[in-house]
């Protein structure tokens, strides 16, 4: 995979994933709801989502490392490359 292809993928994945209600709804929420911004508010909120994406990511990491380990051999073949193919 090319370095252009990959960050063109996280770009793409990104972009879906700011359009989540977490990331358009609750800001605009806590925004809103008093005159003066809370910035307490907002650390905890973004302290919240950067600790949640890095747990998933470690999570997803390790997953696919002992996914890959265990079934890598049957990824690898023809059948498998057929059904990809198709």
């Given at each position: 995979?090319?370095?252009?292809t990959?960050t063109s993928?996280?770009?793409?994945l990104?972009?879906?994933?700011?359009?989540s209600?977490?990331t358009?709804l609750?800001?605009v929420?806590l925004?809103?709801?008093?005159r003066?911004?809370r910035?307490?508010?907002?650390?905890?909120y973004?302290?919240?989502v950067?600790g949640?994406?890095?747990l998933f990511?470690?999570?997803?990491m390790?997953?696919?490392?002992?996914?890959?380990?265990?079934?890598?051999?049957?990824?690898?073949?023809?059948q498998m490359?057929i059904g990809q193919f198709?």
């Open positions: 995979m090319t370095f252009l990959f993928s996280l770009v793409v990104a972009l879906i994933d700011s359009m209600f977490g358009l609750i800001p929420w925004l809103m709801t008093s003066r911004v910035v307490d508010r907002f650390l905890i973004l302290l919240t950067v949640l994406y890095f990511g470690l999570i997803i390790f997953s696919a490392d002992l996914f890959l380990n265990r079934y890598g051999s049957l990824l690898e073949s023809k490359l198709i």
